[in-house]
């Protein structure tokens, strides 16, 4: 009965880490509400999409005396401000962003006017939305499964160490083995998927994602050395599951994969309708 509780109280810790990471990250969308006359607008404004197709950026309004203006460049270029103005659907105001390459980012604001008063519902602030490619779910539902039971049992195994006279060894090898599968096998699948990049981290580039998982299954290698002969060494999980715990406190795709549209020959073409052929040449600053 005691080693169900200290599992549920495990599975707690990580379901609420990941819920953390999924939040904060930069791809998760933006919500808010804002007042315009006698009109409460909420909205969700979109921080990721596949590429190959527009994305829809999609308010909804309570009168139609409203109307909207999407606008948006190139993330990190001089390129002027383009405006879209948004078409009225039932009780929704719709823009399209044009599809940028894999890793391709541009910023955007909405812009509502009623009675002749413009309203952004981000302020000055523009919202930056990155396109990636698509992941197959063969691919995609394995990773997020066994990062997850990767965390899980990382966070059983810290809780195993702090109990006197224990030993974790065997949830700290399953550890060890669900970071390497999830990791270094199925994560640059997904990378590669949506970025075309199988690894960006050390020692090829500074990716984030990558970087972290690599010092944390490091953490758990040290782990698993100083636990050899069956030592229990409790101190090294403990602070291998601290470690795993801190890597995963950090945002998803924080420092991930960016565009280099510096690197494109004709970068005015690429905001309004990439093609294949421009994507060769494309140099990304970084993946994750």
């Known amino acids: 009965m005691k080693k169900v509780v200290l599992w549920i109280v495990a599975f707690l810790i990580t379901a609420s880490t ?9 791809t998760y969308p933006i919500g808010g509400k804002t007042k315009i006359g006698n009109n409460e607008i909420r909205f969700e404004l979109l ?13 909804e309004v309570q009168s139609p005396e409203i109307s909207g203006t999407l606008l948006y460049k190139r993330h990190k270029t001089t390129d002027p401000w383009s405006n879209i ?16 390459p894999p890793a391709g980012k541009l910023q955007y604001k909405v812009v509502l006017l009623y009675q002749g008063e413009e309203t952004s519902l981000t302020g000055e602030k523009p919202v930056i ?11 995609l539902i394995p990773h997020v499964i066994i990062m997850f039971l990767a965390m899980l049992f990382s966070t059983r195994a810290g809780i195993e160490a702090l109990r006197p ?7 700290a090898l399953w550890t060890t083995g669900l970071i390497f599968v999830g990791g270094f096998i199925l994560g640059p699948l ?13 020692p090829f580039g500074y990716d984030l994602t990558d970087n972290k998982t690599l010092i944390a299954f490091i953490g758990w290698i040290i782990a698993l050395i100083a636990g050899r002969k069956g030592k229990p060494a409790r101190g090294w999980v403990l602070a291998a599951a601290i470690l795993l715990l801190i890597v995963y406190l950090i945002p998803h ?5 960016e565009l280099d549209y510096s690197e494109m020959d004709t970068p005015q073409a690429v905001s309004m309708a990439p093609s294949k052929s421009l994507i060769l040449p494309v140099k990304l600053l970084s993946s994750g």
């Open 47 to 59: 921080r990721t999409y596949e590429t190959g197709k527009d994305c829809p950026i999609q308010i």
């Open 190 to 202: 997904m990378q590669k998927f949506a970025f075309g990049d199988l690894w960006t981290g050390f």
């Open 129 to 139: 939305i990155r396109f990636k490619g698509a992941v197959p779910r063969w691919v």
């Open 85 to 100: 103005p948004m078409k009225g659907q039932e009780s929704s105001l719709v823009g399209y962003l044009p599809h940028q």
């Open 165 to 171: 006279k224990s030993n974790p060894r065997k949830l």
């Open 18 to 26: 990941a819920v953390y990471q999924r939040m904060t990250g930069p």
């Open 253 to 257: 795709s924080v420092l991930g994969s």
